[in-house]
């Protein structure tokens, strides 16, 4: 009965700008660390950006630090990723993703999240 649905992917130009955005349905976002990540042809699922349930504490990939940033509306229980200056390797599918616990506490793991949406493509293409 848990649902994540991502929103606002779609084909940019490189250096173009793009907002992500997660709702949530049938529980509420605000008790929960989340976070998104990404896998892209041929490669494994990674963090981008995770994010506390309370306390500001955030995350970064290092290929996304000083482009990317990610919030959270807890009262409108969503999620979001604004994403700018976009380059060609940023492109993959996008997923939002819940954690068990309210605490981002070893960085942005795939292994620590127990529910996730299904995708929204993201696309960076001259």
């Known amino acids: 009965q848990v649902q994540l649905v991502e929103s606002g992917g779609g084909l940019v130009q490189p250096g173009g700008s793009l907002r992500l955005s997660c709702a949530a349905s049938?529980?509420?976002?605000?008790?929960?660390?989340l976070g998104w990540f990404r896998q892209a042809p041929g490669k494994e699922r990674e963090g981008v950006s995770c994010?506390?349930?309370?306390?500001?504490?955030?995350y970064y990939a290092d290929s996304v630090k000083g482009r990317f940033t990610i919030s959270r509306d807890n009262a409108k229980n969503r999620l979001y990723l604004q994403m700018n200056s976009l380059k060609p390797e940023d492109t993959a599918v996008y997923y939002c993703?819940?954690?068990?616990?309210?605490?981002?506490?070893?960085?942005?793991?795939?292994?620590?999240?127990?529910?996730w949406g299904q995708g929204t493509q993201v696309t960076v293409s001259s």
């Open positions: 993703a819940r954690s068990p616990r309210p605490t981002v506490d070893a960085g942005c793991r795939v292994g620590e999240y127990d529910y």
């Open positions: 049938r529980f509420t976002l605000g008790y929960y660390a």
């Open positions: 994010i506390s349930s309370s306390d500001g504490s955030t």
